[in-house]
């Protein structure tokens, strides 16, 4: 069963840029599916962007098209996320999942495992 740690959440001014890390352990990420989610106070948990296990295509929510980036670095064992150009309504708690199973997958009802989460804050 695989284990993910995020981290690189931080209080950042808008326009600033952020870069998360989702590192994992019990399994190889190159055998899952990974997904990037985000939850603000009272709002559910969204889909941010996805890395499909087959190819490492991706896949991104319109609301961070062109600011965030996921990559895979499977020789750390590790994913991460780039944010830049953030803006206030980026603020949430992020996390990582992972599941074995092939697609652009960014509900969370499709993911098996979870990381803890890290938080993000942008505000001047």
């Known amino acids: 069963q695989v284990q993910l740690v995020e981290s690189g959440g931080d209080l950042v001014q808008p326009g600033g840029s952020l870069r998360l890390s989702c590192v994992a352990s019990?399994?190889?990420?190159?055998?899952?599916?990974i997904g990037w989610f985000r939850q603000a106070p009272g709002e559910e948990r969204e889909g941010v962007s996805c890395?499909?296990?087959?190819?490492?295509?991706?896949g991104y929510a319109d609301s961070v098209k062109g600011r965030f980036t996921i990559s895979r670095d499977n020789a750390k064992n590790t994913v991460y996320l780039q944010m830049n150009n953030l803006k206030p309504e980026d603020t949430a708690v992020y996390y990582c999942?992972?599941?074995?199973?092939?697609?652009?997958?960014?509900?969370?009802?499709?993911?098996?495992?979870w990381g803890q989460g890290t938080q993000v804050t942008v505000s001047s």
């Open positions: 019990g399994g190889r990420l190159n055998y899952y599916t």
């Open positions: 890395s499909r296990v087959s190819d490492a295509a991706t």
């Open positions: 999942a992972a599941v074995k199973k092939n697609g652009i997958l960014l509900h969370r009802a499709e993911y098996d495992y």
